[in-house]
C-alpha cells in the first residue's frame, strides 16, 4: 500500500483526546509528523510527550481564526504541511423548543465555523507547497434526522455540504477534500447521552457494535493516505451499517 505519510507534516484538531488522538497515534505510528490542536492543554501536551518526538502540542481554539494561522504555522515550520485532520468538534442534544440560541450559536462555532476557518486556514499552505488532503470530521446525524439534534445535527449537514464545495474549488490546487461520516461511537463527547441511550442505540446496529474511536481514525488515513490520491469530495459512513 502506498500510504505515504513518511516525511510529511500533519495537524490534528481535536486532538488531544478521543477520535483526535487515534487519528494523531497512527500518523506518528506511519512515520508523519504530527501538531495536536487543541484547548485542552494539559492532555494534549501529555498525549504528544507521549507520542514521542514526532510530536507537538499547540493550543487551538478552533473559533479563533487567529489560532488557526498560528497552528498551520507551526504545522509548517519546516515547509512540510499538507495533511489536516478537521476533527474538533461539539455535542449536546436537546429538542429543538429545547434549544437556545447560546447553545445552537456554540454548537455553529465549533462544528461549522472551526471546519471551515480549518480548511481556509490549511489550503493555504497545502497550495503553496503543491497540494495536500484534508479530511473533515461530519457525523451519520448529518445524513439523516436525528431528533434532539437540531444544532449538532444541522452542522454536520453543512459540514458535508461545505466538503463538496472545497473539493470542487481546490482540486485544481491538488488538495483532496473527504469527510468521515462516524455513527455512535464511545468517546467523552457520547458520554452525555448516558449508559442507557448509548446501549439501547448500540442495540440497533447492523454490526452489532459502536465503531471504536482507532477505527474510524482508520478511515481518516485511509483518505489522507496516497492510497486514497484520486478521491475527493467523498462522504466515508464508519457506522457498522446503521444508517439505512
Known amino acids: 500500500m502506498a500510504r505515504g505519510f513518511e516525511g510529511k507534516s500533519a495537524l490534528v484538531s481535536g ?3 478521543g477520535i483526535g ?5 497512527q500518523l506518528i505510528a506511519e512515520g508523519a509528523e504530527v501538531v495536536i490542536g487543541d484547548i485542552d492543554e494539559a492532555r494534549g501536551s501529555a498525549l504528544a510527550d507521549a507520542l514521542g518526538g514526532g510530536a507537538r502540542f499547540v493550543r487551538l481554539d478552533v473559533t479563533r481564526e487567529q489560532d488557526w494561522r498560528a497552528a498551520v504555522a507551526e504545522a509548517d515550520r519546516d515547509g512540510r504541511f499538507s495533511l489536516l485532520a478537521n476533527n474538533a468538534g461539539k455535542m449536546v442534544l436537546k429538542p429543538l423548543l429545547e434549544t437556545d440560541v447560546e447553545t445552537f450559536e456554540d454548537h455553529f462555532r465549533v462544528n461549522q465555523l472551526g471546519i471551515f476557518l480549518g480548511m481556509k486556514s490549511a489550503a493555504a499552505a497545502m497550495r503553496a ?6 479530511v473533515n470530521m461530519a457525523s451519520v446525524g448529518g445524513m439523516r434526522g436525528m431528533p434532539g439534534g437540531i444544532a449538532y445535527a444541522g452542522n454536520k449537514w453543512a459540514v458535508r455540504g461545505m466538503t463538496r464545495v472545497a473539493a470542487g474549488e481546490l482540486g485544481k490546487d491538488r488538495i483532496r477534500v473527504n469527510s468521515v461520516n462516524p455513527g455512535a461511537v464511545r468517546t467523552d463527547l457520547t458520554a452525555s447521552l448516558g449508559e442507557e441511550e448509548l446501549a439501547r442505540r448500540e442495540a440497533l446496529v447492523p454490526l452489532g457494535r459502536f465503531s471504536t474511536p482507532a477505527e474510524v481514525a482508520k478511515a481518516v488515513l485511509f483518505l489522507l493516505s496516497d492510497d486514497a490520491e484520486t478521491i475527493s469530495g467523498a462522504e466515508l459512513k464508519v457506522d457498522g451499517g446503521f444508517f439505512q
Not at 21 to 25: L, M, R, S, W
Open 15 to 17: 486532538g488531544a483526546r
Open 21 to 25: 488522538a487515534e487519528i494523531a497515534a
Open 129 to 134: 507547497h503543491g497540494g495536500g488532503a484534508i
